[in-house]
């Protein structure tokens, strides 16, 4: 079964850190370009960041460069996000997604939420 499964969301209070985990299943991750992306409520959703397959080049939206970092292990079929400096306004349900050419893989979410 093709699947994405997030973990380690959660409250944390602002200028905390998290680290979320993706964790896939059922396909071959390493050829997938991977990424994380948020929806806050009433809003629409929107690219965090993304690494490639080969070389593992990253991008980050520039609300959340500097503070946000994605590795990931493709041993573990795994995809990370560590996030630094939280802020309230990165309250949101996280996805990760796996994309090849036309097939995309979304995870279920998982909710940050940052206290202020």
């Known amino acids: 079964q093709v699947q994405l499964v997030e973990s380690g969301g959660g409250l944390v209070q602002s200028g905390g850190s998290l680290r979320l985990s993706c964790a896939a299943s059922g396909f071959t991750f390493s050829m997938y370009v991977v990424s994380w992306y948020r929806q806050a409520p009433g809003k629409e959703r929107e690219l965090v960041g993304s690494m490639t397959n080969v070389g593992g080049s990253t991008n980050y939206a520039d609300s959340v460069k500097g503070r946000f970092t994605i590795s990931r292990d493709n041993a573990k079929n795994t995809v990370y996000l560590q996030m630094n400096s939280l802020k309230p306004e990165d309250t949101a349900v996280y996805y990760c997604?796996?994309?090849?050419?036309?097939?995309?893989?979304w995870g279920q979410g998982t909710q940050v939420t940052v206290s202020s």
């Open positions: 997604n796996a994309r090849l050419l036309v097939i995309n893989v």
